[in-house]
């Protein structure tokens, strides 16, 4: 069965540092992978998606992530941080339905 | 609608009673999830819908929970005798397709569910 793992529980950045959340899948072949944010008191709101192709996406609010497929890795990255960052941060694969990791804390420090 | 609508967006139940949850789907969504999210944790896959296939169950924590889809489109999570640890945020989500076609999913804003 697919799973997703989400190692790093919180993460504490400042403002302005780069940043990258980890996030490893297990499945057999190549699934859908996405990032969702979930910011307090509002719904789940989809970063970015891979589905093929490029393995470097490109998604909203300035993040991207990288689909490793030797190291069953679909990590996300931002270059600075902003304190609107702070948030939950879901990695989530989809083979025949929807799994989601156990989500990264970020906090962002002035 | 234009997007997922759950209601309602508060129940607070005792202990023992059954609830219903309810979910409403961007029209023309075939794949309808529900997902639990208890403080601190992940969203916890429950159930979810594809079309007329049989639905995977495969998440549902006990008997106690179940959840039907009528005409392809309404979902109703239904849980008995609720229980304090059954307490938690509950999610859907829809999207166009679903299963190996999958397409990005639709969150609603979720019902908090309290047992006291």
């Known amino acids: 069965a697919q799973s997703v793992t989400q190692p790093d529980i919180h993460i504490t950045v400042s403002e302005g540092a780069s940043l990258e959340l980890r996030c490893n899948y297990s499945y057999g072949a190549t699934p859908y992978l996405f990032w969702y944010v979930q910011s307090p008191g509002q719904g789940l709101q989809l970063l970015l998606k891979?589905?093929?192709?490029?393995?470097l996406v490109q998604g909203i609010k300035g993040f991207e992530a990288e689909f490793k497929r030797s190291q069953s890795s679909f990590n996300l990255r931002k270059p600075s941080v902003h304190w609107s960052d702070a948030a939950e941060y879901f990695c989530?694969?989809?083979?025949?339905?929807?799994?989601f990791g156990t989500g990264t804390r970020l906090q962002v420090f002035p | 609608g234009a997007g997922v609508s759950q209601s309602p967006s508060n129940k607070v139940t005792e202990k023992g009673k059954d609830v219903e949850l309810r979910c409403d789907p961007i029209?023309?969504?075939?794949?309808l999830y529900w997902y639990r999210q208890s403080l601190g944790q992940g969203l916890e896959f429950l159930i979810y819908?594809?079309?007329?296939?049989?639905?995977?169950k495969s998440g549902l924590p006990s008997d106690r929970f179940s959840a039907e889809r009528t005409g392809g489109s309404v979902s109703t999570l239904t849980i008995q005798r609720t229980q304090q640890e059954d307490s938690a945020v509950y999610l859907c989500?829809?999207?166009?397709?679903?299963?190996?076609?999958?397409?990005?999913?639709?969150f609603g804003q979720g019902t908090r569910l309290t047992v006291v």
């Open positions: 819908f594809q079309g007329n296939s049989a639905p995977d």
């Open positions: 989500a829809s999207s166009l397709n679903g299963g190996w076609s999958y397409t990005e999913a639709f």
């Open positions: 891979y589905f093929s192709g490029d393995t």
């Open positions: 989530a694969v989809a083979t025949d339905k929807l799994i």
């Open positions: 029209s023309g969504h075939t794949a």
